[in-house]
Structure formats: C-alpha cells, structure tokens
C-alpha cells in the first residue's frame, strides 16, 4: 500500500494555526535556534544542498545552491521573497501550508535570511487568500512578541523582518520576475533572465526566491538533518511532493506522497480511483504549463526527470484527473483557453501565437478542422515554445503537444470523422429522437428552451438541426428513452 | 508570550508544551482530556465547518463533558470536508468526514460518551515527520 509521508504538511490538521504554543510543541523554531547559535551560514547551505531539496514552485532549482548564490552576492540590503501566487487552475498546496502552519514559512524565510545575509522578507501573496493573510500577520505578531522575529532575535544580534505584499490577481504574476515588478509597483510583466533575482531582484538587490512548499520543507530538513531527508524520493528528486486531487477521482484532496511514488498509486490507492469506476484516460500535472499522462505512464515513478521526459511537467502540484468522458481535443482548448486570458501581451510569440493556437483547436472541436490544422497546432506550439520570452508562453503549447503526442487519434476523429468520442464537443453532436421509441407526449417540445422540437400529441416528434443547441434538456426530460446523441 | 532569550529558553518552553500535549491523551493522566480538531481552512470552512465547531464548544461544555475543542488547518480529505478528528485519552485518533451538527451530536452521544463505533470514519493514510 502505498504511504503518504507529509514533511510539507507535517502541522497541517494537526496544531492550531493561530497558536504559536502549538507550533513550538511541534519542534517549531529548533531549527532557526540552531541555525543562529550553532551553525555558519555555509554550513547551512551545505546542509540543504546535500538535502536534495528542489524548487516546489515548478522549476525544481536546487533551493541549497540557489542560497548559495544569493549568499555569493556582495550588495548592502539583500531580499528574501515568498512565492504565494499559487495561480494553477486547481492548485492550492500553498494555501493549505499557510492557512494550516503559518509559523513554517516564517521560521525558514528567517533562516534564509541568515544564510543569504538578508535582513528583509517579503510574503508576496494571492489577494484571494484572506484567511490565509489572517493567520500570517497573527503568526508574525506572536513570533514578534517572542523575539522569534524583527530585532536581535533570541538575542543572538540577528536581526529580520517579514511584510506581507499582495498579489496582483494575474498568473504571469507568479512568475519570479514578474512578480518583483509587480512588488516594486511596475506593471506585472517578466523581464529576460538573467540577471536572476537571486543576483538582481527586488529594488535591484539580490532576492532569494523561494516557494511556499519549499521553505515549508526546510525546517524539519535542519531538525531531522539531511541524511534523512536525502533518503526519500528518487536519485534527483528527494523528498515528498504535495499534490491537489482534482478531477474524475473519487478522494479529492490534498496529499503527500514520496518522490517516485508512481501514478497508478496515487490515482488508486491514495485517490481511491476513478469516480462512478470509469476508466482512467488521462491525468494533468503541472497545470496549464504541463501536459498529459496516459494510461502507459500509470507506473512510472513521478519526479521532476520522468515528467519532463513523459512531455509533461512537475508544476507546482495540481494533478488533474481524466475519464473516459473527457475530451483530449477540448481540455487542450479549455488550457490555451486560460492562457491566452493570462498572457501579459508583452512578447508576440505569447500574445498571438496562442490565440492562433485556440482559434485552431475551436474549429477542430466546432467539427471544422483539418489534417492540415494538426500540422499548424504542431508547428505553432514549437516557434511559440522556443520564442516567448517568459515561462508561461515557453511552456503554454505544453497541453496541445502533448495531447497530441498521446490522442493524434481523437485529433484525427475530430478531423476526418468530425466525431467526438466523448461527446464533449457539441457541434459536432445531433440530438435525434429514435420513431420507434417516440410515443408523443410533448414533453422535450416543452421543455426545449428554443422550441427546436414539432410534433403533435401522440406523433413522433422531430428536432429542427438548425434550431438546436445542443442542451440536452429534450434528452433529459424524455422518459422513454427516446433520443439520442448522434 | 515573554520574549525568549536563547535556544535553551526555547528547549525548556518546548519540553514543557511537548510535556503538556502529552498529558492529555495519556489515559490515567489527571491532566488528559478529550481532544476534538475541527479543520478550519479555506475548504473546510466553505463547507460548513464553522457550525460544527461552534456547535462542538458548546454542546460539550453544556453536556458537562470535558474537552478540548480547537481549530486546526487542512487534514487533506476535501472529499469529505467538513472533517473532524476526535482523541480519546489512551486511544488513537479518529477522523470523521461529512461532518455537520446533526453528525456531531452524534459523535458526542454514541461515540465520546458511549464509546461505540459509528460510520462516517476516515481511515488515516499519511505519516507525519
Ligand atoms: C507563468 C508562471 C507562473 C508561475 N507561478 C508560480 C506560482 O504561482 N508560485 C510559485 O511558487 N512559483 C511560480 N512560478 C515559478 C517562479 O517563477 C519561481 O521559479 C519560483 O517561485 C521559485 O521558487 P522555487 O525554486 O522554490 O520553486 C511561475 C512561473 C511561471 C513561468
Ligand atoms: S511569454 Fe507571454 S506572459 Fe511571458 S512575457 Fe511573453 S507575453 Fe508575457
Ligand atoms: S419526450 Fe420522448 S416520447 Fe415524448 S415526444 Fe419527446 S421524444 Fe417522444
């Protein structure tokens, strides 16, 4: 059976966030005491790197060496920055690690500050997450009054501070460069890397940027030492990942599961498998950025290195789960659909591309696609990666490649057959009623909302194509089972 | 809180809450009681959370039955939100789903002063570092 092991989550559902008694009960701030009263900045550093840990926030970047370069720096006044956009349709690991242990995030931002020599953190955060802004300021102000935060604390001469800065609703936000502009109160749009922030960032100063779930990690890595954490996970992915259940799965919920944990245990032992037994087609990771797994990815070991190779990606956990009844074509469509919202405009290959992208991927669903339109899709998705100046338009055409790569089938029913298998994409759909089975009692021509249906009582009844919008509410209602979806 | 001055103020602070949060589940501690978590994050809170915990601080205290009611962050289960989790001194947590007053009350009579086994139990699936 397989086990979640929860290191990120380790306080969630279990203290009271709202109480730092409880946190400290629970190991809370051991590590920054450690850190301050007996270990060299280096020495930390080097604790993380052997850790292994990664980047929670998509990227995997080693976080010991990224504080080692921020560290490296020479510069007067240093940042520490908290990556809570948490903007992934679907994702909310973050939240929960906020809402549910507040204290861990300041305790780590704390010791990255003595690491890298920064005396200032900033949260930068969803403005869409008030109960989790609640608890932080309550957990500041508690960790304040016990000199665990702000001036000389624990009278070791060290001395930092965090603010809370709110985010500016829009996903490129989240993107590290994007995300300082929009903190120094420029437009939201990301600028070329490098300089990275951890050399040139907020006001110019170096600014060591790290995920929710990342720093949630460090604490218990400097307690439990990096022996034990090094042993979880695969070769180059150590330690647990949290993912958010989202889909076609019966246990929708948060969970922790080993680095490696594979696909099919997840789904099945941890979700409980597919709703109403349908069978599996297809699970989403990395969001809008990502891609597709299939039923032939079911037992690969799920770790940065095998999704990139699967074409998809770690992202920063939401894992979406797909049935039979999904159409591959349209959630292509419903991601590019997102992206192209998201898009801030500032390079074309992003701006335009994934328009053309979506309008391709509309006429293929609306029953009006080509042969040739696959090849544009394809052909598109490879200049708009390989152009775009941001990770959002590198990664956008991510779902379309994908889909492609794994159901150039439906692709190909949508096209040459203007069928949809999963009768998602309606216009390709005819709502029929069988003669047989029509004994003509009015009800569908009552019920449908623009009267596309004629008939008189005790006729066969007849729906007018033309007219039709493919509600379903004739369908619905008939209770002789008299129409169905061509 | 009075400010702490060094790692052994910290130590001695925690030893003596670690001394303290064990005591209440230990069963033949004076100081044990019966601990009930209520999640109260964002999702558990949408789902009617809020009730159940109101509805669990004071129903406990006019039962007369002692106990300690508390929030805490997400366990996880979305599915099955609200949640609960129920300690009894001595035993092992219980974790409920589909929580609401109705299901609470009967938490307090059957299971907490009865100690019957009820449905609505989650099994617990994760350990925790
Ligand atoms: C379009 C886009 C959106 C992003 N959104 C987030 C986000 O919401 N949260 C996050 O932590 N990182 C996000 N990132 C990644 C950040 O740029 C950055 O790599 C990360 O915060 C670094 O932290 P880590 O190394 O701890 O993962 C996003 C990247 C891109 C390209
Ligand atoms: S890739 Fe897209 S989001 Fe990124 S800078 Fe260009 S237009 Fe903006
Ligand atoms: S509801 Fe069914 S049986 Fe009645 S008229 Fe319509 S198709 Fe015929």
New binding site residues.
């Given amino acids: 059976m397989a086990r979640q092991i929860r290191i990120a989550l380790r306080n969630c559902g279990v203290i009271d966030p709202e109480r730092i008694e409880d946190y400290i009960s629970r190991d809370g701030y051991m590590a920054l005491a450690t850190v301050l009263t007996e270990l060299s900045p280096e020495a930390v550093i080097e604790i993380l790197k052997k850790s292994g840990l990664r980047g929670r926030g998509g990227g995997g970047f080693p976080a010991g060496l990224k504080w080692e370069i921020t560290r490296k720096v020479q510069a007067d006044q240093k940042y520490v920055v908290c990556n809570a956009d948490e903007g992934d349709p679907g994702a909310f690991m973050d939240r929960s690690i906020l809402e549910g242990d507040p204290h861990a995030v300041l305790e780590a931002m704390t010791i990255n500050g003595y690491c890298t020599g920064a005396s200032k953190g900033l949260i930068y955060i969803r403005a869409e997450y008030p109960l989790a802004v609640e608890r932080l300021k309550t957990a500041m102000k508690q960790s304040r009054e016990m000199g665990l935060l702000g001036n000389n604390i624990l009278q070791t001469g060290f001395n930092f501070d965090i603010d809370i800065r709110y985010g500016a609703g829009a996903f490129v936000c989240g993107e590290e460069t994007a995300l300082i502009h929009s903190m120094e109160g420029l437009r939201g749009e990301p600028t070329v890397k490098p300089p990275f922030p951890s050399v040139e960032g907020y006001l110019k100063k170096p600014t060591n940027v790290n995920n929710v779930e990342t720093f949630a990690n460090v604490p218990v890595i400097i307690n439990k030492g990096w022996e034990w954490f090094a042993s979880i996970g695969t070769e180059k992915s150590k330690g647990t990942k949290v993912f958010a259940l989202a889909g076609k799965i019966n246990n929708v919920g948060l969970v922790e599961v080993p680095m490696g944990t594979t696909l099919r245990e997840v789904i099945y032992e941890i979700g409980g498998g597919i709703q109403g037994g349908k069978e599996f087609k297809a699970a989403q990771t990395g969001g809008p950025s990502g891609g597709c797994l299939t039923k032939k990815h079911l037992d690969t070991p799920i770790d940065y290195d095998n999704l990139i190779a699967a074409g998809s990606m770690m992202g920063s956990g939401g894992l979406i789960v797909m049935d039979e009844d999904d159409c591959m074509v349209a959630i292509a469509k419903f991601y590019l659909g997102f992206t192209v919202e998201e898009s801030c405009g500032k390079c074309s290959p992003c701006r335009i591309g994934n328009k053309r992208l979506f309008e391709l991927l509309e006429k293929i669903t609306q029953g009006n696609g080509t042969m040739e339109d696959i090849d544009k899709l394809r052909n598109l998705s490879t200049v708009i990666k390989d152009t775009s100046l941001c990770g959002l338009g590198q990664s956008s055409p991510n779902p379309v490649l994908s889909t492609i790569e794994n159901f150039i089938g439906e692709y190909h029913e949508h096209v040459k057959d203007k069928k949809c298998r999963s009768k998602v994409c309606k216009s390709m759909m005819q709502y029929l009623?069988?003669p047989e089975?029509?004994?003509?009692?009015?009800?569908?021509?009552r019920?449908c909302p623009v009267n596309a249906?004629s008939?008189e009582r005790k006729?066969?009844?007849l729906i007018d194509q033309e007219k039709c919008i493919k509600c379903g509410a004739?369908m619905e209602?008939?209770?002789?089972?008299?129409?169905i979806i061509n | 809180m009075a400010i702490l001055e060094s790692i052994k103020s910290l130590t001695e602070l925690r030893e003596k809450l670690k001394a303290k949060q064990a005591a209440l589940s230990q069963k033949d501690n004076p100081q044990s009681t019966i601990q009930v978590k209520v999640t109260m994050a964002t999702c558990g809170i949408a789902s009617g959370s809020r009730p159940v915990y109101d509805f669990m601080k004071e129903e406990l205290s006019k039962r007369n039955i002692p106990a300690l009611v508390s929030q805490v962050g997400c366990m996880g289960f979305c599915y099955a939100e609200p949640t609960i989790e129920v300690t009894m001194p001595g035993k092992s947590p219980v974790i409920f789903g589909f929580v609401n007053t109705k299901k609470a009350d009967e938490i307090i009579e059957r299971f907490i002063r009865k100690g019957e086994v009820i449905d609505g139990v989650i099994p617990m699936n994760y350990e925790t570092a």
Avoid: E, M, P, R
Wanted: glycine share 8%; net charge positive.
């Fill in positions: 009623v069988v089975k029509c004994i003509g009692c009015t009800l569908c021509a019920n249906i008939g006729q066969v009844h004739c209602k008939c209770k002789f089972n008299a129409i």
